[in-house]
């Protein structure tokens, strides 16, 4: 059982839009401005999308974007194009853990 | 691109032992916090064990308190995972990241083990 929960696919066609949620509680998400979120290609080292909530990691294209509202966070991505077929995982500091918790990871697919 | 590279994954019977060990650059590894994370089949990210740059602090997730024991030499720019009692549900891929305020900004390809 994930500390977060994220739905365990999206899907959208190519040039739309999909928004990712991800869900923690007061003691996560709700407290903290430390969400991240990542991309898992298979064989591929994973990748750092977004980080602090919105901020982009270096190279990652400006249709990714992140944002947060109360204990959800979400990850949109914008012009979907077919490299963005992944897994995505979102994580945050949580109060009382010395370590980062993660979702249980959305299978993205552009169909 | 950076990544960390990853090794010492394998097959081992429950209850065996087996050490994982992460190679960094060594401008990115001598002054970070580093973390070991799993994804077992179908399952999600977890946080396994995490180390400051000194190495003499060191953080474990539950589900391996006192069987894991992570440590570092930065005189060889190297991250390590001692890993025993090991069962089933540790059979997972373990990636190395470099962490930053909260997040991973760093990682490598993974190593798989498989109990």
């Known amino acids: 059982q994930s500390a977060l929960t994220q739905p365990p696919s999206a899907s959208g066609s190519p040039g739309q839009s999909v928004t990712i949620s991800c869900t923690g509680t007061s003691s996560d998400i709700g407290v903290y401005d430390y969400v991240s979120w990542y991309q898992l290609h298979p064989g591929k080292a994973p990748k750092l999308m977004i980080y602090e909530v919105n901020k982009r990691s270096s190279g990652v294209p400006d249709r990714f974007s992140g944002s947060k509202s109360g204990n959800t966070a979400s990850l949109t991505v914008s012009g979907l194009q077919p490299e963005d077929e992944a897994d995505f995982y979102c994580a945050s500091h949580a109060a009382g853990n010395s370590v980062v918790v993660f979702g249980g990871g959305t299978k993205l697919t552009v169909l | 691109e950076v990544e960390l590279v990853e090794s010492g994954g394998g097959l081992v019977q429950p209850g065996g032992s087996l050490r994982l060990s992460c190679a960094a650059p060594?401008?990115?590894?001598?002054?970070?916090?580093m973390t070991w994370v799993r994804r077992a089949p179908g399952k999600g990210l977890e946080s396994v064990a995490k180390?400051?740059?000194?190495?003499?602090?060191?953080w474990y997730a539950d589900s391996v308190k006192g069987r894991f024991t992570i440590s570092r030499d930065n005189s060889k720019n190297s991250l390590y995972l001692e890993m025993d009692s090991l069962s089933v549900e540790d059979s997972a891929v373990y990636y190395c990241?470099?962490?930053?305020?909260?997040?991973?900004?760093?990682w490598g390809r993974g190593t798989m083990v498989t109990v």
């Open positions: 180390t400051n740059p000194d190495g003499r602090d060191k």
């Open positions: 060594g401008n990115i590894f001598n002054i970070h916090f």
């Open positions: 990241a470099k962490e930053e305020w909260w997040h991973f900004d760093i």
